[in-house]
Nanobody, 127 residues
Framework: QLQLVESGGALVDPGGSLKFSCAAS????????VGWLRQAPGKEREGVSC????????NYAGSVKGRFTVGRDNFKGTVYLQMSNLQPEDTAVYYC????????????????????WGQGTQVTVSP
C-alpha cells in the first residue's frame, strides 16, 4: 500500500519562504495525483494544490496562486510544495495526500477525494 511521509513543520516570519516534501513508498506515483491540503484551527480541511504525476498538470487555490508552487521528482518519488510570501492566514497543518488516477480532476480540493495521507506538518507564520 502507498505510504506518504512529509517533511517537518516550521515557524517563519511573514514574507518568508518554506519548502516541504512528501516522499512515497510502497508504490510508485506514476498513476496518482498528489494534493496538498491544510487545516486551520476551527476550520475544515481545504485543498491548497494538486499535481498529476503523469502529465504534471496542476491546480491551486485562489488564495495561494502565484505564491505557492507544487512540483515532482520522478527519480525519488517525491512531491514538493514551495511556499513564498507567507502570510499569517497561511498558518495551518499541511497534509500531502494521494488519489489513484489522472488528472487531479474537478474535485481535487475535496478531502474525500484522497485515500492516502501523510502525517501532517505544522506551518506557523508569526508576525
Amino acid at each position: 500500500q502507498l505510504q506518504l511521509v512529509e517533511s517537518g513543520g516550521a515557524l517563519v516570519d511573514p514574507g518568508g519562504s518554506l519548502k516541504f516534501s512528501c516522499a512515497a513508498s510502497g508504490d510508485t506515483l506514476d498513476n496518482y495525483a498528489v494534493g496538498w491540503l491544510r487545516q486551520a484551527p476551527g476550520k475544515e480541511r481545504e485543498g491548497v494544490s494538486c499535481i498529476s504525476i503523469q502529465d504534471a498538470s496542476t491546480n491551486y487555490a485562489g488564495s495561494v496562486k502565484g505564491r505557492f508552487t507544487v512540483g515532482r521528482d520522478n527519480f525519488k518519488g517525491t512531491v514538493y510544495l514551495q511556499m513564498s510570501n507567507l502570510q499569517p492566514e497561511d498558518t495551518a497543518v499541511y497534509y500531502c495526500a494521494a488519489t489513484l488516477g489522472q488528472p487531479c480532476g474537478h474535485s481535487w480540493y475535496m478531502e474525500r477525494t484522497y485515500g492516502y495521507w501523510g502525517q501532517g506538518t505544522q506551518v506557523t507564520v508569526s508576525p
